[in-house]
């Protein structure tokens, strides 16, 4: 796959006093995962080409991708694909990239969503929404040791315009 067709659409950038040893296993550790990330737990091989998989709360699969870059504990690139019928071929792969930077005290995280085509404000609204909870939760479970439980579901507009393409969601 050539990540260079692909186009970031949305990128979030947070400061946590940690270190980017934590951060990067926070991101990639299924029990650190499960405590900011609503009860979803991730689990991937370390490794380029490993296994990237997101379990959802009751042991579902939600999300399936593969390890594009693995530099530990400064760049990780995942294919994040949703598992809903229909979602990958109408929609194409998603890549999400953490890149992980020291910055004083503290470390900057910056998260980047990136498609190989033109989605609509509707379709990128899951992300939109999501990422700024996850990532919340991510930074109060690494500065204060408790991450908040923060109610989510997929946005309305995504849910309506995955609905008009022919996609069935849970």
């Known amino acids: 796959m050539n990540l260079d067709q692909f186009k970031p659409l949305t990128v979030y950038t947070i400061y946590i006093a940690s270190t980017p040893e934590k951060v990067w296993e926070a991101l990639t550790s299924a029990e650190f995962s499960k405590q900011y990330f609503s009860g979803f737990a991730v689990e991937m ?13 009751d042991g579902s ?47 900057r995280l910056t998260l980047s969503q990136r498609h190989d085509r033109e989605l609509s404000d509707d379709i990128l609204s899951g992300g939109r929404t999501g990422w700024p909870a996850i ?36």
């Open 45 to 57: 091989e370390p490794k380029l080409g490993g296994s990237f998989i997101v379990h959802a709360p």
């Open 61 to 107: 699969e939600h999300i399936r991708g593969e390890v594009f870059e693995y530099d530990p504990p400064r760049r990780l690139t995942v294919s994040w694909n949703v598992n809903w019928p229909d979602l990958v071929e109408k929609l194409g792969t998603t890549i999400v990239t953490y890149e992980i930077e020291p910055a004083g005290e503290a470390v």
């Open 135 to 170: 990532l919340s939760g991510l930074k109060s479970l690494l500065e204060t040791g408790k991450a908040p439980q923060i109610e989510m579901s997929p946005p309305v507009r995504l849910l309506e315009a995955l609905k008009a393409m022919g996609i069935k969601t849970p």
